[in-house]
């Protein structure tokens, strides 16, 4: 590499190899005071030799390459890959020149990895470091790993995550290091925030039932300020209740009469009259029928109905169809 130039002459160095239309092209992508920098680092360049242009087009060669492996399959991917082909220090150099500027977030290499993959990783780990690995990847993800863990784990993961504010980098770093065998670097000094009650209520939105009534209850017994709070960010099954009538007949044109039959098997008597008061006087009577005529049913059948209406709420309040009023607030408007 020619130690010589600058960033600013390798790429008027590199402009010049492209040729005046691809640099035309370069140009609409740039920020005013990036194109009033470059343009000054082209009218400084008089002469440039053979191998200053093979040096410059083979690093922002490898500087593409670096990115799109990251892009397919995260930072452990983009280091391996390239480890085989330009050495460790070269990977190193490329991985460590694009994170800052591609705002990697940590733990980027167990992104993609399969729910199950994480489960088996973070099994044995303590709670702490499960909770941070937790935070930073998707909440589906996290649901999914929640609910595989033993349940005095599954609350302890929990709690953690919600009161975890702040964390030093030095601290992810070594998780990292920790889950993924070898020191990543962030590419920051700050403190990144991790945590608190969004994560866990994106997570708990995601969970099944019935882990989520057994993290719900086994919260309220350790910290109820921090379970109320929690409790206030979600809906559940039970707020039904208290939806305006307008909205519930929203949801119900999205549920299926047989899962609608199911879930009621369950339901307290609130929930059941906020129901049968926004049917029809005949879908009344069918419902009724078959919850005579049913017989047993499994908790966790019920449970999965009653998360399956859950989830059309949530979705139909993501989409802005309804607008569900947390805490003590007013009831849905459509």
Do not use: W
Request: aromatic share 6%; glycine share 6%; proline share 2%.
């Amino acid at each position: 590499m020619d130690g010589n130039l600058t960033a600013r002459e390798k790429a008027a160095i590199l402009l010049i190899c492209l040729g005046e239309n691809y640099a035309a092209q370069v140009y609409k992508f740039l920020s005013e005071d990036e194109i009033e920098q470059l343009t000054l680092a082209l009218s400084g360049v008089h002469r440039v030799t053979s191998k200053q242009k093979e040096v410059v087009v083979q690093e922002f060669y490898e500087i593409c390459l670096a990115q799109e492996f990251i892009s397919e399959g995260g930072i452990g991917y983009a280091r391996s890959i390239l480890e085989k082909a330009y050495g460790s220090n070269r990977a190193e150099e490329l991985i460590g020149r694009l994170s800052s500027s591609l705002q990697v977030r940590p733990f980027e290499f167990i992104r993609k990895a399969d729910s199950m993959h994480i489960l088996n990783l973070v099994y044995n780990e303590n709670p702490q470091i499960i909770a941070l690995l937790l935070s930073y990847i998707e909440p589906k993800q996290a649901s999914e790993v929640i609910s595989n863990l033993p349940q005095d784990v599954q609350v302890e993961v929990i709690y953690r995550i919600a009161n975890m504010g702040s964390v030093q980098p030095e601290y992810i770093q070594e998780a990292e290091r920790i889950l993924e065998r070898r020191l990543a670097s962030l590419g920051t000094t700050d403190k990144t925030v991790a945590g608190g009650i969004n994560s866990v209520v994106q997570i708990i939105n995601s969970i099944d039932r019935g882990t989520e009534k057994f993290i719900m209850e086994s919260l309220d017994a350790r910290d109820g300020e921090l379970a109320e709070e929690i409790r206030k960010c979600l809906f559940v099954f039970e707020d039904i209740a208290k939806l305006s009538n307008q909205a519930i007949q929203r949801v119900l044109k999205e549920i299926e009469n047989s899962d609608l039959t199911v879930a009621l098997k369950g339901a307290t008597e609130e929930v059941k009259k906020a129901i049968f008061s926004n049917v029809s006087k005949r879908l009344q009577e069918m419902i009724a029928d078959d919850l005579e005529v049913m017989g047993p049913v499994r908790v966790r059948d019920v449970e999965a109905a009653q998360q399956k209406i859950v989830n059309v709420i949530r979705q139909l309040e993501d989409s802005g169809e309804i607008i569900v009023s947390r805490g003590e607030g007013d009831d849905l408007i459509v």
